[in-house]
């Protein structure tokens, strides 16, 4: 006879396992302690690839001389920013983001080098306080992964809300490539070589582990595909990027 003395306890520390991951304090305290070390442990670690994706990110942006209203979720110290005017060269950028520790990074950003023209909202990117249809562009780097597929549910209906009718969104993420001998190869390198970097540059590897859970958890991305498409006013589109290692989810509030 199988015993089953101990299976409610398993799926008790399993459903706690998966309520820390994606838990907003939880969520919240690993950024906060990769706030100093992300800007250059982010680029090292993804060997350019993060810099190149968020370029590819705006380009998924019409270009327009106009002004533009752009919000920024989940916009970390602001490395977004650039590719931003870049593309939309008037644009007025409100970045949210909820780790203080960011937005102390992010202050010093926009201060130092977009001489303060950068709004800064320290908030839950699901609790926004921006009123509706009050931005011509959404945009988010790397903040999809962290969110469950209840909370994806949330963060699609809130840009639906906070975007103006015509308005565009570009979203993007590190995902998990289909091809099976590519897939084992970078998720090897995320499992063991990018915690390994963490601890020979910084002593820790605690915070750069954290980044395979969150892409097991999110495979190719296509919870949030699914939760954006299920939003009666966006049009969706969906790119792969470099066979997959990034996944893309654009378009516009029709």
Not at 110 to 138: I, P
Not at 157 to 169: I, K, N, Q, T, Y
Request: aromatic share 8%; glycine share 8%.
């Amino acid at each position: 006879m199988t015993d089953l003395t101990h299976r409610p306890a398993v799926a008790n520390a399993s459903a706690e396992a998966t309520a820390a991951l994606y838990g907003a304090d939880d969520v919240r305290d690993l950024f906060d302690r990769m706030a100093t070390s992300y800007d250059r442990m982010n680029i090292t670690l993804s060997l350019g690839f993060a810099v190149l994706w968020r370029r590819q990110l705006l380009r998924l942006i019409g270009a327009t001389g106009s002004p533009r209203r752009v919000l920024d979720l989940m916009s970390g110290r602001g490395e977004t920013w650039a590719e931003i005017e870049r593309r939309l060269p008037q644009a007025e950028i409100t970045a949210v983001d909820f780790s203080a520790q960011m937005m102390a990074h992010a202050e010093t950003r926009s201060r130092t080098r977009f001489g303060g023209r950068v709004r800064l909202r320290q908030e839950d990117a699901l609790n926004g306080t921006a009123a509706r249809a009050s931005f011509d562009v959404v945009v988010s780097a790397y903040g999809l992964k962290t969110f469950d597929a209840p909370q994806l549910e949330r963060l699609a209906s809130e840009v639906a809300r906070v975007l103006r009718p015509g308005g565009s969104f570009a979203f993007i993420d590190v995902t998990e490539p289909a091809c099976g001998a590519l897939r084992i190869a970078y998720l090897a390198y995320l499992r063991w070589i990018v915690p390994l970097a963490g601890l020979l540059l910084l002593s820790e590897t605690t915070e750069y582990r954290m980044l395979h859970r969150y892409l097991e958890g999110f495979g190719d991305g296509s919870r949030a595909v699914e939760a954006f498409r299920a939003q009666p006013g966006l049009q969706v589109e969906v790119r792969r990027h470099f066979f997959g290692c990034a996944t893309s989810i654009s378009g516009r509030r029709a």
